[in-house]
């Protein structure tokens, strides 16, 4: 057993959800029990998303574990297909259903339905959120393309002169950090190399879609958590080479746009040439980070130390951009991607820093708490860390919280990326001035190293005064003691307002006493 | 008891029984493990350690935990192959577990081990490991053990299995007292005291207290009154322990808590005079706030998709006294000696559905069309997405909403879906 309070990762069906809930076409058919049906509103909340995912819950009780589960099974996969009719249909177990040994995926596929069925066996005692949505998106690409894979060998010639080169965009997912509009930034600046884009999955992709992957010249492996196994076997069984460079950062867009243009055929100099193209204030092909890193202002950044944390992919991106692009001090790096363990240590090698390969968030807490950083750039969980250490934080990587769904368009890959790390990473520091102004007069009341950065505002402003230590105006009715109390049980944002309105009122009504009563009365007549 | 001092009884009605439509199919609703998410800040003293899978954790941190930045009193023993392959014995992994959380947390003294679907269905005996960790660490703590699982439980029916785990801990006393049963927020449990205390009622406790240990006790002597309608199970175990139950309507609205109140002061022969004096002002208080979302409910028609139980004692405050008309009431399950006083009280035509089959209800929703629908966040979003105003239903839960007070809290949650559609212009 492992005692756990938060985790970074859900069990591999929540992967499969997202895989399923990303595309187009495909129903998920999961062999779980009530409750199971919470992770809808993972998609519904905090994607905000306006349509359920596509998954059938066959929702069997402790009743029918003597009996027919197996029958169970069946009518929620006939029914599913009857309701949606899904180009491909996935069918799998939640963590219980595997226990019961029911075989969900084998059951389906004997019901020969007229659709392309992916049976899922995703081992939910020993495997994760990441893993599962790798495997399922790997499960359902082959499904897909086994009729077409090509005899040994498969060594692909040059991209034809007659045509643009193509690539796949692979890993996009919903509940993954950004994705959205990083394949829109992406998409503008391989447009602007010179390359198209023949397939974005799973995102937004139909099995019709995941059918044409083998149209183009070559994948882009952007989000490797989830694609990395799927562009391997692609490379294997259809000669399709993929790229490694994560095109976070400007150093890391420029590294990844280089590789594309020599797996493109292209000329790399047409990296610089299309990131020279413009000097305009906005120009997309260009990121302001170089021109606000290097302006002196920006100096108290440097040697600032950063602890990093999140999925491999965005932690080691992170880590490099914050020493080389920020002039950070990476104190420490790290991971609960066991799956890129390797890579993460390496990278932390290169920092200089120990790296901590963990899913264990105390342990995640406790290596921060020793690192003593000024920032901590992390996801949602380190979030709650960095909070409780009075250290500022900035999210980096997904597991999310609704607010890491912004509105506005902010991608963290590409030259924009770039303009959007710096932003949200220098934010939540202390402002150069305010640091010295602290340094130099601690004793300040409301402007000490206690009190919040100033212009981070009210939402982490010290608690309003309390009325009991404020002096009561002569003609200002009094609280007696008991409303006073009554007042406290009101929830603190509203508590300011129901004292105003509650005053109002009895001075309106020549009532010099407050009591719970008026308290109330007020409550009443001034409804909400 | 003297008849005539008998407050005003609430209007009975036989109840004829209304068809119940039931149904079997997905369920789009919580398992018991989610009432963990309010009874960990209830209780104090308390620390509800799950035996489950990593499912049951993500569970948790996705109901309720991501908002919740205070380290909760409550984790997951995670289930991992060696303990299903039996490389691990599964009661030593938990004993260390245990261990570890009463080393973390000394200030716990009663430690729940909650079961899960996995937990149950390996067969794993949480009431034996309790035993013997009580054993171990008594008297400091106590560990005590319900089922929170999916394939037993639907959300509230975990408060439920909590409170009834403490009902034998509970010591016997001759006392004649009332015990309102079902967790209520701590200013309405206030508001409420204050109420019993005028009335003469008393003296009064409320399961759960802040505490797990300092329980009340319970005897013949003992009269209950059902704050919620999910603790069936609870307040059978203290009846069988001589307590009775005294049916009424639940505390929604101005009429459900006078009715509720008026069925207590009944018990404790409170006279008519008194009981108006106390009541009426109160009552009349909450008809005032009510009104203005009157005007703006009156007429709408309401669909429940079956949520927390509280789905049948809502729909009564919505029709009687907000002017709702009530498409379908949808519930986890229906204990009709839980409601026994609110089934007269709904329309004789009224249509209930018990359990679930989310599609066919879904299709029923979309063909009814209703002004408003009482639905899970899973399903909230994506009915707007198709133009129908929803009410998430778990803020019922999660808001003070019992009582005088609150009632126009209560009729507020309601409207305001439709006043943010009537606002909204964009």
Known sequence: MQLTIWNYEGPPHIGAMRIATSMEGVHYVLHAPQGDTYADLLFTMIERQYRRPPV??????ARDLGGDTAELVKNAVAEAFERFKP????????CTAELIQDQAGTLAESMNLPTTVVPLELPAYTKKENWGAAETFYQLVRALLAPVIPTPPVARGPVPSDRRPRVNLLGPSLLGFRCQDDIVEISRLLDQLGVDVNVVAPLGASPADLRRIPDADFNVDLYPEVSRTVSAW????????RTTAIPMGVNGTRRFLAEVATLAGLDPSRVEACEAAGFMPRDPTRSRLPRYSRSVDS?????KRVFVFGDATHAIAAATVAQEELGFQVVGLGTYSREFARETRAAAEQLGVPALITDDYLEVERAIAAAAPELVLGTQMERHIAKRLGVPCAVISSPLHVQDVPARYSPVYGFEGANVLFDSWVHPLLMGLEEHLLQMFRGDFEFNDAAPPSHLGVATAPQPIEAAQVVVAPGQPTWTAEAEKELRKIPFFVRTKARRNTEHFAVERGVANITVETLYDAKAHFGR | MNAEAKPLPFPQRQYAGTSVLRERGQREVFCGLTGIVWLHRKFQDAFFLIVGSRTCAHLMQSAAGVMIFAEPRFGTAILTDRDLSGMADPNDELDRVCATILERRPEISTLFLVGSCPSEVIKLDLSRAAIRLTERYSPQVRVLSYSGSGIETTFTQGEDNALNALVPWMPDTDERQLIVVGCVADIVEGQLRSCFERLGIGPVHFLPGASARQLPGVGPNTQLLAAQPFNGTTIRALCARGAHLITAPYPFGAEGTTAWLAAAATEWDVSTERF???TQPLAARARLALAKHKTLLAGKRVF???????????AR???????MELVEIGTPYLDRKMVSSELPLLPPDVVISEGQHVEKQLDRVRAAQPDLTVCGLGLANPLEGEG???KWSIELVFTPVHGYEQAADLAELFARPLVRRSRLNV
């Open chain 1, 56 to 61: 059938s819950y066959t929702t069997f009780q």
């Open chain 1, 87 to 94: 180009e491909a249909m996935l069918v799998g177990e939640s």
């Open chain 1, 234 to 241: 692609l490379e294997r069984s259809f000669g399709m080479p």
């Open chain 1, 299 to 303: 100096t108290y950044l440097t040697g």
């Open chain 2, 276 to 278: 108006a004096s106390v």
């Open chain 2, 304 to 314: 429940f998709m079956p949520d927390s139980q509280l789905e049948i004692p809502l």
């Open chain 2, 317 to 323: 405050f919505l029709k009687r006294e907000m002017g």
């Open chain 2, 388 to 390: 129908l105003a929803t």
